[in-house]
C-alpha cells in the first residue's frame, strides 16, 4: 500500500512566496518523482495549499467516480504553464491516483499509487506545516 503525506510550506516562486502543498508519495516529492520519469526536466512546483487542499477534500468526499485533478503546476507560478494531472478514484477502502499526465508527457509510466483510505483521510486533515520547503524550487 501506498502512503501520502502533505507538507505545507512557503515556497519562493518568481510571483513571490506563497504557502504551497507538497505531495509525498511513500515519501518521495511528487515533483522529484515526475523529474526523475521525466528525465531532468525541472519546472514542476507545487500547487498553493488551500486550493490543492480543497480540491482533494471536495473530490475524496465526491463519490466513486474517477476525477481529475491538478497536482503540480509550474514554478513560474502559472500553475498551468508547466503542470501534472491525476486521476483520483474513491473506493471504500482505497483511494488510489491513476493516470498522471503531465505538459510534456501526455501520459506517465508512474502509478497507480493506491492508498490505504484512512491513512488518505489523515493526510488530509492534518498535513504538516515545515519551516522549508523538502525539497529546493528554481524558476
Known amino acids: 500500500m501506498d502512503t501520502l503525506e502533505i507538507v505545507i510550506a512557503e515556497i519562493d516562486l518568481p ?3 506563497a504557502p504551497r502543498a507538497e ?5 518521495i516529492a511528487l515533483t522529484q518523482l515526475v523529474e526523475e520519469l521525466e528525465l531532468g526536466r ?16 471536495a473530490v475524496h468526499v465526491g463519490g466513486s467516480e474517477p476525477v481529475r485533478v491538478a497536482a503540480l503546476g509550474c514554478c513560474c507560478g502559472d500553475d498551468r504553464c508547466s503542470w501534472v494531472d491525476v486521476e483520483v478514484r474513491n473506493g471504500p477502502e482505497r ?3 491513476e493516470r498522471l499526465m503531465s505538459s510534456a508527457t501526455d501520459v506517465l509510466a508512474l502509478g497507480p499509487f493506491a492508498f490505504d483510505r484512512a491513512q488518505y ?7 504538516r506545516v515545515a519551516a522549508g520547503p ?3 524550487y528554481e524558476s
Open 42 to 57: 525541472s519546472g514542476y512546483a507545487p500547487l498553493p495549499a488551500g486550493t490543492l487542499l480543497r480540491t482533494l477534500r
Open 95 to 97: 483511494v488510489r491516483w
Open 121 to 127: 483521510e489523515e493526510a488530509l486533515r492534518r498535513p
Open 23 to 27: 505531495l509525498l508519495v511513500n515519501g
Open 15 to 17: 510571483l513571490g512566496p
Open 134 to 136: 523538502v525539497r529546493p
